[in-house]
């Protein structure tokens, strides 16, 4: 084999180095280009991934939020029920006390003792 690289030029020795020095080198850049396609395929699903578990915690919280906000309503609604009932009760206790002496009669009395917890009539 020796012999036979004696009897070729200078020229055509360079040619076939140049040419193994070429085939290294595109053998290489085809490993990378595979390989930075690779990490791109795991980029992307790596992305999604990271996409649908972000979704998936917006969702939750907006149901969260939807219920806390019917809770909300519900609790609103309650109270102004409650506050149209205390009003209402308030009107009824003034009307039936009639003309008493220091402002307050039984039934307004009453309601006092019960706003603040006591048991009346």
């Known amino acids: 084999m020796i012999k036979f690289f004696k009897n070729l030029s200078p020229a055509v020795i360079a040619l076939i180095a140049l040419s193994i020095i070429s085939f290294y080198w595109m053998h290489q850049s085809q490993k990378l280009e595979t390989e930075i396609a690779t990490l791109k395929e795991n980029y992307a699903s790596e992305m999604l991934a990271v996409a649908n578990a972000h979704k998936i915690e917006l969702q939750r919280q907006s149901s969260l939020n939807d219920e806390l ?53």
Do not use: H, P
Request: glycine share 8%; hydrophobic share 25%; aromatic share 10%.
């Open 69 to 121: 906000t019917r809770q909300l309503f519900e609790k609103q609604n309650q109270i102004t029920e409650q506050l149209q009932q205390l009003e209402n009760t308030i009107d009824d206790a003034i009307k039936k006390d009639g003309n008493a002496y220091n402002g307050i009669g039984v039934d307004s009395l009453c309601i006092y003792k019960r706003a603040y917890g006591y048991d009346c009539k």
